[in-house]
């Protein structure tokens, strides 16, 4: 049996990752944890994520549970889960992390523990978008240069990054499969005199409202046509079913940094 210890226990996503674990075959919630002061933090995991009672009270420190656990699945922030791959690493256990937000350096902390530990680091764990990512990798190379891409992502009012780390994910895919340098050719909005839209440029626009889970359109404009990808998450449970096959999945592994598409063998 493979035992998840679940990071942000008391969050939107930690509850349904959770949630999401209930009643799985050969995996199982062995453990929850939340920040210091917070108010999930003594609860019972089960009732704060609306499955019942599991006997599993969440705690504030990683270090008390993660003898309980094989695999930790964290959703958190980056300063976060940099603290939590440290003490991760040093016990030799795996990690899924959907963390997004991380900057260039942080991220290089992340390859480092992957040395010693297998990680499944992911800007976003659904199966859908995934398989999105192979779809524009296989498409952008046949459509050329001969069209446009804008990529628009919308998200609820309490996300805290921008653009999405799907988003730039997409675009990173794009851009790889034209032969492109994103960071040369990443347009991040657009206002005033700008001038006529260079021809390699890639348009990445996000927008803030409500209560949307999550909303990816990567658009291919030509001449005289345009091919338009669209993917809707309509709950955070696509994020959570997707964490848990790549828990499942990167348990026992050997050191590493991987991400969805290894889980979903959707590698060339």
């Given at each position: 049996?493979?035992k998840?210890?679940?990071?942000g226990?008391?969050?939107?996503?930690?509850?349904?990752?959770?949630?999401?674990?209930?009643?799985?075959?050969?995996?199982?919630?062995?453990?929850?944890?939340?920040?210091?002061?917070?108010?999930?933090?003594?609860?019972?995991?089960?009732?704060?994520?609306?499955?019942?009672?599991?006997?599993?009270?969440?705690?504030?420190?990683?270090?008390?549970?993660?003898?309980?656990?094989?695999?930790?699945?964290?959703?958190?922030?980056?300063?976060?889960?940099?603290?939590?791959?440290?003490?991760?690493?040093?016990?030799?256990?795996?990690?899924?992390?959907?963390?997004?937000?991380?900057?260039?350096?942080?991220?290089?902390?992340?390859?480092?523990?992957?040395?010693?530990?297998?990680?499944?680091?992911?800007?976003?764990?659904?199966?859908?978008?995934?398989?999105?990512?192979?779809?524009?990798?296989?498409?952008?190379?046949?459509?050329?240069?001969?069209?446009?891409?804008?990529?628009?992502?919308?998200?609820?009012?309490?996300?805290?990054?921008?653009?999405?780390?799907?988003?730039?994910?997409?675009?990173?895919?794009?851009?790889?499969?034209?032969?492109?340098?994103?960071?040369?050719?990443?347009?991040?909005?657009?206002?005033?005199?700008?001038?006529?839209?260079?021809?390699?440029e890639?348009?990445?626009?996000s927008?803030?409202?409500?209560?949307?889970?999550?909303?990816?359109?990567?658009?291919?404009?030509?001449?005289?046509?345009?091919?338009?990808?669209?993917?809707?998450?309509?709950?955070?449970?696509?994020?959570?079913q997707?964490?848990?096959?790549?828990?499942r999945?990167?348990?026992?592994?050997?050191?590493?940094?991987?991400?969805?598409?290894?889980?979903?063998?959707?590698?060339?």
């Amino acid at each position: 049996m493979i035992k998840v210890l679940v990071a942000g226990a008391g969050g939107r996503m930690g509850g349904r990752i959770i949630a999401a674990l209930e009643g799985q075959e050969g995996i199982a919630l062995g453990g929850a944890f939340e920040k210091k002061g917070h108010s999930a933090v003594g609860q019972d995991a089960g009732s704060v994520s609306g499955i019942g009672d599991k006997g599993l009270v969440i705690v504030d420190r990683l270090e008390s549970i993660i003898d309980s656990g094989d695999v930790i699945i964290d959703f958190t922030d980056p300063e976060a889960t940099l603290r939590h791959v440290e003490l991760v690493a040093a016990q030799e256990k795996a990690m899924v992390i959907g963390t997004t937000g991380m900057e260039a350096g942080q991220k290089d902390e992340l390859e480092k523990a992957a040395r010693k530990i297998p990680v499944v680091f992911a800007p976003n764990t659904s199966v859908g978008v995934n398989l999105l990512f192979k779809v524009l990798s296989d498409v952008a190379p046949i459509l050329g240069d001969a069209y446009d891409v804008e990529i628009v992502e919308t998200h609820h009012r309490f996300k805290k990054d921008a653009p999405s780390g799907t988003a730039r994910k997409m675009a990173e895919v794009v851009a790889s499969s034209l032969g492109r340098d994103l960071e040369k050719v990443a347009v991040y909005g657009r206002s005033g005199m700008v001038g006529e839209r260079k021809k390699d440029e890639i348009g990445i626009f996000s927008m803030r409202g409500g209560d949307v889970v999550g909303e990816h359109t990567v658009i291919f404009s030509g001449l005289g046509d345009r091919v338009e990808f669209t993917h809707r998450a309509h709950s955070r449970d696509t994020f959570a079913q997707g964490a848990v096959r790549a828990a499942r999945w990167v348990a026992g592994r050997v050191p590493g940094l991987y991400d969805m598409m290894d889980v979903l063998g959707l590698k060339k």
